[in-house]
Nanobody, 122 residues
Framework: QVQLVESGGGLVQAGGSLRLSCAAS????????MGWFRQAPGSERDFVGV???????WYADSVKGRFTISRDSAKNTVYLQMNSLKPEDTAVYYC????????????????WGQGTQVTVSS
């Protein structure tokens, strides 16, 4: 079983940066693909990006070149570095874990954090 706890959200001006962290419990963290999703008010939860078990990364087109995902297996933590933030990035951000291969589909993930709010002001 994996438990996920996000942190690092907050209020930032457009053009600014934030780094989200997702701390995972359990000794099999390295066997999970770790995804980030976000949900704006009144919208569906959307794929942001994912890091595979071997460190490969994939991103949604809307964040490509601005967001970077990394993982530190020694700390059982995955990070989402967000630069050049825009008001449309405002959402609750969730990390999620999936055993094995990566996916961009929310339904493929079995473990979810509680979410952290990111608000970008114009």
């Amino acid at each position: 079983q994996v438990q996920l706890v996000e942190s690092g959200g907050g209020l930032v001006q457009a053009g600014g940066s934030l780094r989200l962290s997702c701390a995972a419990s359990g000794r099999t963290f390295s066997s999970y693909a770790m995804g980030w999703f976000r949900q704006a008010p009144g919208s569906e939860r959307d794929f942001v990006g994912v890091v595979s078990v071997v460190g490969g990364t994939w991103y949604a087109d809307s964040v490509k070149g601005r967001f970077t995902i990394s993982r530190d297996s020694a700390k059982n933590t995955v990070y989402l570095q967000m630069n050049s933030l825009k008001p449309e990035d405002t959402a609750v951000y969730y990390c999620a874990a999936r055993w094995g291969s990566w996916s961009r589909h929310m339904s493929d993930y079995t473990h979810w954090g509680q979410g952290t709010q990111v608000t970008v002001s114009s």
